[in-house]
């Protein structure tokens, strides 16, 4: 393969991913006031966007919903029950995580 | 201030273990795949560096093997990645104010930075330094990860298979923290219901960006009825 293509490909890829995240700084940088609109949703973007990944994260097990889907779900709300219960980060990434995986190995 | 400075890299260290986990996992299995693929280390470490973005790296993998044209590869690389820019908007400010450091924090927001610096607390003392910190670290482990799996992937002897599940944790432990503090549900449903309808409609490869337009949409009219009302 052309290594002059892969570099190309890879310039191409840097510059619009980093443009993408600068995109909004752009628009409303500078010494510019942003719109209220923008500043209010900013503020109520971060519930939204984490409700997002989830779905995100547990779509794949849609295609495998006995293998990986039974274990996913099982795990999301040891983490939710866990960290409601206790509200200690670090214990309810581990039990959840380790459960994912023991659970992923027995279905 | 040398104690200070030692503070803010523990905070930040403690605050990036979700990402330590998952990035170490899924980096090195993007740098066995690039390998698989007849991309050596070298390709890993720069794309890993100026690309800087999971899913895409790995869908890069394909479109590089299959000699995509470069056309494609940008409106890939446009549609699968515009889902940051929503990042942008919650730390607009905050970055404005980091000063030089703040191109490096715009080019190091990822899905997990981004769900990383949203738990952080707002009295924090060196709230800046700890978003800093984070950045800095997430983007060495995803980096290192991705070489070492590039260099030795075939070597490691357990299987790790679901350790990537830890990032799913996080977000699920600031959805709930989220959740108790919102004085209305409205927005973490609006985020549900969303993101279903477009997982349903558009398919599982695309629909990010149109689950957070949409969302987007709904939460300016939902915060000018608030006004309103």
Redesign the interface.
Known sequence: ?RTE??L???????V???G??????AL??GSRK?PE????????????????????????S?DNVIGTGI??LI??LT??GS??WKHN??V??AV??LM??VL?RIF | MKQGKQHTWQTAFMKSIPILCSYLFVGMAYGMTMENAGFHWYYSLLISITVYTGAFQFVLITLLSSGASILTIALTALLMNSRQSFYALTFLDEFKRMGKKKLYMIHTMTDETYAVNCSLDEKESDRHGVMFGVAILSKSYWVIAAVIGGMLGQLIPFDLTGIDFCMTALFVIIFVDQWEQASSHVLAIVGVITSVVCLLIVGAQYFLLPSLILASGILIIWNRRQEAA
Not at chain 1, 8 to 14: I, L, T
Not at chain 1, 43 to 60: F, G, R, S
């Open positions: 393969m293509y892969i190309v490909a890879v310039a191409v890829s840097a619009i991913t980093f993408l995240r600068a995109f909004p700084f409303f940088g942003m609109t923008i500043v209010k949703l900013g503020k109520v973007l971060p519930a939204t966007i984490m409700a997002v990944l989830i779905v995100y994260c547990v779509k794949d849609l274990p996913k795990a999301v983490v939710a960290y409601k980060t670090f309810s990434i959840g995580t994912y995986m992923l």
